[in-house]
């Protein structure tokens, strides 16, 4: 029935078969709106944060969702700036999940503040001294080049490049893109850094605060490093499970070896810098602040056990998979340790922003701890919903993987 | 930010940090500027089909672009990089100086290749065009036996209005069949002089650009016959049956009608493949 | 922004908690004073407005049972505020002439960033829109702003009854306030008088004196906060709590 907006050549489900993937994702959207609408005209109170919790579930899908979306720029940089051609086979996918998670992250941040109307005094009144202003500039600039660069796929459309002046608009852009792609990539430097920047700086939470360079904490270049190295990993994981759900091959082998050797190098830097920080920070940063590090981990909920996780688990073990041939040239070990990666930034973003605020700062206050109401996590799944939903009208209106028309002829 | 708000000064914090914000910014809006710019210039210089041509031509499969010369035979491997535009590439000349004689002379009799008819009597575009020169200076186009079979009896014609420019790689005229649009592209440079039909069997007889010539992008002769012949290797494993992996006949002779016989999606993507559009 | 100018006074308090019974009168005349609207329903001790708030801590004493209380509102950072430099907005003002932080409701976007530095947990947001129940808004502080929903607020040493000081030295033809005339709520509530309030650069005044002795300490020092709030206690065990390191017992609240 829509056969005209589909891709030449491609095999797509059926009109019907699509629909009902689409309409369980569009219901939770829908709870999700419902929730967002009840925040937003009864405050914040719908939500289980407190005074002590001031930032809880969406701060931690904010960072962690930006973090995925690194894969964009990072691709985008791999591809037009160091001229690594295969991965033209996964960019505009990658573009697509980075446009699906930044503007999701902006959507909940403007549900998350109190009053969302004044989200453009960061603008006017702006601290230069403060890491969210930076975020705050970094990313809306940022999501302007992702939409440019997913403008063209879009006018790319069947039906779209008919028109002649989208596909003429769409040439001329194309023929820019590397400029967008360096200014990309300049934004995603920064902002990835100054969300690790926000904790690093907080010298009144010692599980936080670290030294660093000039005005920067460790934190800010970890988490660069975090996000480069996990951006691959996503883009991989994305590209498999959409390959799965759909039941194509969207890719050529050589293209997930090539995102596991890049993913794997980087974690394997990441968890050397990772480690090193953590040594300075239990023994130097955190006890000249007057805090004594054993007692960030003296709570059962947040023993050692994170740490141990967040690095070996979910760093070294699936940086050692990457960088083993024999390993990342079977599927099941490559996709599990893309995973690990996955979840390894995923965690490090949750001990950053959950995790510092249960530690306690005051000696007469207890450990805390919180547990998200129903609203926040219907908003925190209205956002996946809204991914999944563009996600899968692009998936099958435009051509996101440039190789899927040759594979499928065998 | 402003001078007014209660507070505030510049010192050094702001200027850098402002600065390379709205520094970021200009840059944004002056690369899109600069797209819509060339855009509304490609526009007013007429280069949409040129530009149509080179964007869909970069989108089509590997399968779609090889050269004529690797399907010759004459060199290993080797992908178009300049839309079939084989007036323009160096490589075309060399390889036709190397060859004696230059252009092949044109077959003196027709041809059949993998069951299409190849006719001497004209040049063959790699969009299934043929164009043939007229005594009186005009050239009538049309479209082959490969593209005729595969469409059969269309639905509708659409032809370029009488005094109306064609360019080569750009839109010739388009016919559809079973709700399939294919669109022929144009074999040569020039202007539309009249219509023709069925009767006829030419769609186009066109007045050439300058002295007209220029043949050099067109196939003849063995060439076109080893073209055609891969061409319709190429349809038959388009058309197989899914799970039954690239099949092709070992004789018989192709359908007059082929569109009749198999599904309009089956149609969609063979004209694809076929007309050269992504 | 802080401030350009050194501050020509640096009002401060010290905080005698063998004095404090935790009766919270600080509390409840810190809420009338500065219009905090009464609790909803659902609230609870976490999302509660309490600009001024009376911990419990126990420790010292034969047992470990011995318990003091610990009256914490905004300590007022001299130095490196964590709230000031944060706020993505300059939301937060320090004030060059009387070294007070205080926070400008309107601009507050209420990201609740400062909430995340603050290491006192000084700082208060408000989870609902205010709201008075019918014939109390005539008890209202007509010199003090009411706040909207979603932004933060906290402690400003009355600021004011600070303006009012200087509106009434202003009138006598007089430049510097009378520092009897400005009284924060808390001090003036206290039946012990155990905050005692004043210019920490003023050798003269009580709290400046009070400050510089052995038995005075700050909440987290080694922070480099510099806090313009000071604790006294005789009891050891009390100013060893200005330490974060005092072994706790872990547990959930």
Known sequence: ?410 | MFPGIDGFAWDTGHIVFLGAFYTVLLAIAATVSLAAMRSRRDFRLHHEQAIRWQAEFHDLPASCRRCRHELSGEVADRTCGLGFDCRRCAEHARLLAARSGGLPKAAVSDGVAAGFRVLADRRYHRGHAWVRREPDGSAVVGLDDLGTRLLGEPDAVELPPVGSRVEVNGTGWTLTRNGVRARILAPIDGTVTAHGGPDCGWALRVKPDGDGADDRHLLAGEEARRWTAREAERLQIALAADGVGAALADGGVPLDDIARAITPSELDAACGLVFLEP | MEGKAPAKARFGMVIDLDRCDGCGACMVACAVENNVPPARPSANDRTGLTWMRVHRATGGGPQGGDAVFIPVSCQHCGHHAPCVSVCPQNAVDVNPETGVVSQIPERCLGCRYCMAACPYHARYFNWWDPAWPAGTEAALNPEVSVRMRGVVEKCNFCHARWHAAKAKAAAAGKREIDPADYVPACVEACPNQAIVFGDLDDASSPAARLAREPHAFRLLDRLGTEPKVFYRSEREWVRRLGEADVAREAKEA
């Not at chain 1, 883009?235 to 799965?244: A, D, I, M, P, Y």
């Open chain 1, 1 to 410: 029935m829509d056969a005209p907006l589909i891709v030449r050549g491609l095999r797509r489900c059926s009109t019907r078969r699509f629909l009902a993937w689409m309409l369980p994702w569009a219901a939770l959207l829908g709870v999700g709106l419902l929730a967002i609408g009840l925040c937003l005209v009864k405050g914040l109170n719908q939500t289980n944060m407190d005074n002590r919790f001031a930032f809880g579930l969406w701060i931690f899908l904010d960072l962690a969702v930006i973090a995925l979306g690194a894969g964009a720029f990072f691709t985008g940089f791999l591809l037009y700036i160091l001229r690594r051609h295969e991965l033209s086979a996964v960019i505009n996918s990658a573009v697509v999940i980075g446009f699906l998670c930044y503007s999701g992250a902006i959507g909940v941040l403007m549900v998350d503040v109190g009053q969302p109307l004044r989200a453009w005094f960061t603008f006017w009144h702006p601290n230069v001294h403060s890491m969210l202003t930076e975020v705050t500039f970094c990313i809306t600039c940022y999501l302007t080049v992702l939409a440019f660069e997913y403008l063209p796929i879009v006018l790319k459309n069947r039906q779209l490049r008919r028109i002649p002046s989208f596909l003429v608009f769409e040439f001329e852009l194309h023929k820019v893109m590397p400029v967008l792609a360096g200014v990309g990539t300049f934004l995603s430097f920064f902002h990835q850094g100054s969300l690790g920047g926000l904790y690093g700086v907080l010298r009144g939470r010692p599980f936080a605060f670290r030294d660093g360079f000039a005005i920067w904490p460790s934190t800010f270049f970890l988490f660069i490093l975090s996000a480069i190295a996990v951006g691959p990993s996503f883009v991989l994981l994305t590209t498999w499970l959409v390959g799965k759900i759909s039941g194509r091959t969207l890719v050529r082998p050589g293209v997930f070896q090539l995102l596991a050797r890049i993913s794997g190098w980087l974690l394997a830097v990441y968890v050397a810098a990772k480690c090193v920080d953590t040594l300075l920070w239990l023994n130097r940063t955190a006890p000249r602040t007057g805090a004594a590090p054993y007692q960030f981990y003296a709570w059962e909920p947040f023993g050692t056990w994170v740490l141990f996780v967040e690095i070996v688990a979910f760093g070294l073990a699936p940086a050692l998979v990457f960088l083993s041939r024999r390993l990342r040239a079977r599927t099941g070990w490559l996709v599990g340790a893309a995973t690990l990666a996955c979840a390894g930034v995923v965690t490090n973003r949750f001990v950053m922003t959950i995790q510092t605020l249960t530690v306690p700062t005051l000696p007469f206050e207890p450990y805390m701890l919180y547990w998200p109401s129903w609203q926040e996590v219907a908003t925190f799944l209205a956002v996946v919903a809204y991914a999944v939903i563009v996600y899968s009208l692009s998936f099958r209106y435009l051509a996101l993987f440039p190789q899927e028309r040759e594979l499928q002829q065998g």
